[in-house]
């Protein structure tokens, strides 16, 4: 039986939700940002030690929500050998691309066609490869990293619904990752080709990128960009985009590439630059 939660997502009109929200979070009337930012703080608890700014130094609750942090605070793993957590959260699921399909919660899947927006050519890429799917919750840091270094080479924005991303919805709504919004980046580097995908979700009010600026959003057209070689190339750890509120990232690696670290499953925190998995060819080219 579908919960009132699940039910009440697919009668809410998610674009005209995540607009509004848009618009107030953006809003910089510094009574209304000040209460939002305060409420927010103390509803999620959220570690403002951190943060390189004081409460009452950003301009809007977006400006705090993407709010960097202080030189130090997410050390790098070495990446030399290791595979980066592009973000803070937690691990809603990690493992191999098994016939396409990438696992999403029990009896539940989507194929990493989908996640990309039909592009068939890049799928096959990923075949047999690995996939890692971070959820980033309201309380934590919200701008994602590179995984690992790489230039880059395509971005697809794929038009969608805005379901929440949560585990709850993870597990009652079939192909949640590759029903929203999004945005797939493909790069290719000493890795090989990999993707890193950020997912909207409800209330999600826009997508950064630091090639592009905020991406446009909340419309139906898929759009697709290609890059010429070396026009934006990124280290692991570099910063490569941020959530204006939300949400979930999905990466993706060719076979041979990445070994996950075993000990990680579904459920664990992880942090922006721990090591998230090794890497299996170091000295291997593009």
């Not at 009337?29 to 700014?53: N, Q, T």
């Not at 592009?86 to 009896?107: C, H, L, N, W, Y």
């Not at 038009?159 to 709504?173: C, D, I, K, R, Y």
């Not at 960009?225 to 999905?250: C, K, N, Q, W, Y």
Request: negative net charge; proline residues 5%; contains cysteine.
């Amino acid at each position: 039986m579908t919960s009132p939660f699940i039910w009440l997502q697919h009668a809410l009109p998610h674009h005209l939700v995540s607009r509004g929200a848009g618009k107030i979070a953006s809003s910089e009337v510094p009574f209304l940002k000040d209460l939002l930012i305060r409420r927010f703080i103390d509803a999620y608890d959220v570690d403002m030690s951190e943060a390189a700014r004081g409460i009452d130094e950003y301009k809007s609750f977006n400006d705090f929500f993407t709010r960097e942090l202080k030189p130090g605070m997410r050390p790098l793993a070495d990446t030399s050998t290791h595979i980066l957590s592009p973000a803070d959260g937690a691990v809603s699921q990690i493992g191999t691309i098994e016939e396409g399909r990438i696992f999403q919660a029990k009896g539940r899947h989507f194929t990493a066609a989908q996640l990309l927006g039909g592009d068939e050519d890049a799928a096959r890429r990923f075949e047999g490869g690995q996939f890692a799917t971070i959820y980033l919750s309201p309380r934590d840091y919200h701008r994602v990293h590179m995984p690992a270094a790489g230039s880059l080479a395509s971005t697809t924005y794929v038009p969608g619904e805005l379901f929440s991303v949560n585990q709850v919805t993870a597990e009652n709504v079939d192909g949640l990752f590759a029903r929203n919004e999004r945005l797939a980046c493909l790069f290719t580097g000493p890795d090989g080709v990999f993707a890193s995908v950020m997912v909207g979700a409800m209330i999600v009010a826009g997508i950064e990128t630091v090639w592009s600026g905020l991406v446009e959003t909340h419309h139906p057209k898929l759009v697709r960009e290609s890059f010429d070689p070396g026009a934006h190339d990124l280290d692991a750890g570099d910063e490569m985009g941020r959530f204006i509120l939300g949400s979930t990232v999905v990466l993706l690696f060719e076979p041979g590439r990445v070994a996950w670290d075993e000990s990680l499953k579904a459920g664990d925190a992880v942090r922006m630059g721990q090591a998230i998995g090794k890497r299996l060819q170091p000295n291997a080219g593009a």
